[in-house]
Each structure stands twice: as structure tokens, then as C-alpha cells.
């Protein structure tokens, strides 16, 4: 036989299951915005090396076209000074100097279509992760959207479950419900987990722990039972 009560502890710990399903869903939020956060912040320092890679080189590049230029400035006045002088010695002197500056500007040139190819992969690289970031501000974005949806949502349903919860209270014994609510409310409960439960085969459809014969004759019969072990409302499974 059952007790009068056993259907309504039955509705109200489906409610309280939906409930904590809807809670647990809640919790994930903060880590869910803290990973959004993360990601955002790792992107804003990638665009920020790549922006700063870009005008090291552009800095590499100005700098070489300007040692290029005073070179050839130099060549020219080695030049220029060759009309004056007379002295085999000066002059050949003088035009180790240009073919050192001739020298000079060739490596420097080599080194300036280097820069210009890592300038090229670098303004690829900025594009990339510009491309990145929009990708992510989209997916971020629904993510966000998902999350605030969910929290009006969750909260609301939780309110309707809640009130349909306090109207069924009353059909149930205070102790009874005083017992179910400090197990469900427990620290160390998972509340996703039910403390009105059958006994299968002999054991508590909580924990598993085997029954003593006597709360197995008493579950039959349709007393009210607890598990000796922890606590649990057993109903005949
Ligand atoms: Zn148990």
C-alpha cells in the first residue's frame, strides 16, 4: 500500500530535479563568460603583435632606405672631390671609398627585399588574425546572446517550477518533506541526484547500500522507510 503522500513527494522531486537541472545550466555561465573573455583577450594581444611586428619593419625598412640614401650621398661626393684631385694615390684611395659604398649599398639593398618579403608576411599575418577576431566576434557574440537568453529563460522557469512547487508542500507530512529538503538541500548533495528513491534488488536506489531484510519487509508493506545508510525516503520499487 502506499502512502497518501507518495505521489505529491513524487511531483515535487521531479519539479526539484528540473530545478536543479536549470540551476546546474545557470552555473556554467560565469565560466562560459570568463572563457569568451579569455579568448577575446588573447586575440586582442595576437592583433597587437602582429601590428607591432608590421611597423618594426616598416621602421627596419626606413631606416635601411635612409643608410642607402647617405650612401650614395657619399659615393657622390667621393666623386665630385675625384675632378680635384690630382695624386694617383688620393684618387685611387677615392675609389676604394666609392666601391666600399657601391659594396655597402648592394648588401643593404639585399637586406631591403628581405624586409620587404617579411613586411609582406607580416601584413598577411595582421589580415589573418583581423579575420580571426571577426570569426570569433560572431561566434562570441551568439555565445552571448545564448547565455543571456538562457539566464531570463532559466530564471523564469525556475520561478513557475518554484510556484508550483510551493502549492504541492502541504500534501506531504512536514517531517517527511523536513527529511527530503535537508538531504536535496545537503552542501555535499548533488542535488541533480533524487532522495526519494526505490529500493532495486534489495538496495538504496541512492547510495546502493544492501537493506536489512526488516526495512525491505517495511518498504512491502508501505511504511514510511528510510535507508539506514544515508537517509534516503524509499518508495516500493
Ligand atoms: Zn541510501
Known amino acids: 500500500m502506499k502512502q497518501s503522500w507518495e505521489s505529491t513527494l513524487f511531483d515535487i ?6 530545478i536543479a537541472a536549470l540551476e546546474a545550466n ?16 588573447e586575440l586582442k594581444q595576437r592583433k597587437e603583435n602582429a601590428a607591432q611586428k608590421v611597423t618594426e619593419i616598416q621602421l627596419a625598412i626606413r631606416k635601411t632606405e635612409g643608410q642607402i640614401e647617405d650612401l650614395k650621398k657619399r659615393k657622390k661626393e667621393f666623386q665630385d672631390k675625384t675632378a680635384l684631385i690630382r695624386s694617383n694615390e688620393e684618387y685611387k684611395a677615392a675609389l676604394t671609398q666609392m666601391a666600399l659604398c657601391d659594396k655597402s649599398v648592394s648588401d643593404l639593398e639585399g637586406a631591403l627585399v628581405e624586409y620587404m618579403d617579411k613586411l609582406e608576411e607580416a601584413l598577411q599575418q595582421q589580415k589573418e588574425v583581423a579575420k580571426i577576431i571577426e570569426d570569433a566576434k560572431v561566434v562570441g557574440g551568439a555565445e552571448l546572446e545564448t547565455i543571456e537568453r538562457e539566464r531570463q529563460e532559466n530564471k523564469k522557469e525556475i520561478d ?32 541533480l541526484r533524487p532522495v526519494f528513491v526505490p529500493v532495486v534488488k534489495d538496495v538504496c536506489g541512492r547510495c546502493k547500500v544492501k537493506q536489512t531484510p ?11 522507510t528510510f535507508c539506514s545508510s544515508c537517509g534516503a525516503i524509499f518508495y516500493e520499487g
Not at 522531486?13 to 528540473?18: C, G, P, V
Not at 552555473?27 to 562560459?32: Q, V, Y
Open 26 to 41: 545557470l552555473a556554467t555561465h560565469p565560466g562560459r563568460l570568463d572563457a569568451i573573455k579569455k579568448q577575446f583577450a
Open 160 to 191: 513557475a517550477l518554484n510556484a508550483q512547487r510551493q502549492a504541492l508542500v502541504g500534501g506531504v507530512p512536514t517531517d517527511i518533506m523536513g527529511r527530503y529538503d535537508r538531504l536535496r538541500t545537503a552542501p555535499s548533495n548533488n542535488r
Open 214 to 224: 526488516q526495512t525491505i519487509i517495511n518498504v512491502r508493506k508501505g511504511l514510511t
Open 13 to 18: 522531486q521531479e519539479l526539484d530535479l528540473k
